[in-house]
């Protein structure tokens, strides 16, 4: 599961939330901050190529740097590819609610 832009908790919460980047993009940063390296990764629902998906990997960059990096190379590509939000609904309850046992057959 990657969070929504725009929607869920976490650092895309309020980066590319505005017109044409909110829901459409699936993200996850993350970052080895003794190493000074920052990934992030994710997808997005185009019109006419389908699904996306793109990583981006920065080294030796402070975090702030990075991020801004990122931010920028997505708003790039969703400003040359045709998409459409994704179809998503926040759910407000802790995914432990909807979990299931299920039990092995011997």
């Known amino acids: 599961m ?3 832009s725009g929607v869920d908790e976490g650092t895309l919460r309020h980066r590319l939330d505005g017109p044409g980047g909110a829901r459409h ?3 996850q940063d993350g970052h080895l901050r003794r190493l000074r390296r920052f990934r992030a ?3 997005l629902r ?7 998906y793109f990583a981006i990997l920065n080294h030796n960059v402070p975090i702030e740097v990075a991020r801004k990096r990122q931010d920028a190379f997505v708003r ?4 040359s590819q045709h998409t ?5 609904q926040r759910d407000e309850a802790p995914a432990f609610t909807r979990a299931e046992v299920v039990r092995a057959r011997p």
């Open 25 to 27: 993009v699936v993200r």
């Open 76 to 79: 790039a590509l969703l400003a």
């Open 84 to 88: 459409d939000a994704w179809p998503y």
């Open 41 to 43: 990764g994710g997808a």
């Open 2 to 4: 990657l969070p929504v």
């Open 46 to 52: 185009t019109r006419d190529r389908g699904v996306v």
